[in-house]
């Protein structure tokens, strides 16, 4: 027969360990953060939030190396280890353009203005 100790050591989990990264932001900053493997892209995106930059989580992109990081994927997924660098990158909208073949959806990244009249 077991003790209650020893049972209890048998059935929990191994404490999943945590992968240290530097965010760096659009606004200059940049700051460690200790996530599981385990953890999707846009709860990093909420930790981001709580920091001094405080850039909501939908309105933020993160980069690793070329590799724009979705929300729902996880630390894991893309491979990130101890020392990794992820950038931040200002949003991108979607336009719509209409030309000679119809309406089609296009990424431009930058300022969009008001048309002079």
């Known amino acids: 027969m077991t003790s209650p ?3 209890l050591d048998e059935v929990s989990p191994l404490k999943e360990k ?3 990264v530097t965010v760096r932001t659009l606004k200059g900053m940049s700051f460690k953060l200790a996530l599981k493997p385990s953890a999707t ?3 990093v995106k909420e930790k981001i939030a709580g920091t001094s930059d405080g850039t909501e989580p939908d309105l933020q992109i993160l980069m690793h190396g070329t590799n724009i990081l979705d929300n729902n994927s996880t630390i894991a997924s893309y491979h990130i280890r101890n020392g990794t660098i992820l950038d931040m990158e200002p949003p991108t909208v ?3 353009l209409v030309g000679s073949k119809g309406v089609g959806k296009d990424q431009y990244s930058g300022c969009l203005h008001e048309p002079h009249g």
């Open 18 to 20: 945590r992968i240290k």
């Open 41 to 43: 892209i846009y709860s």
């Open 94 to 96: 979607s336009i719509m």
């Open 5 to 7: 100790a020893s049972s």
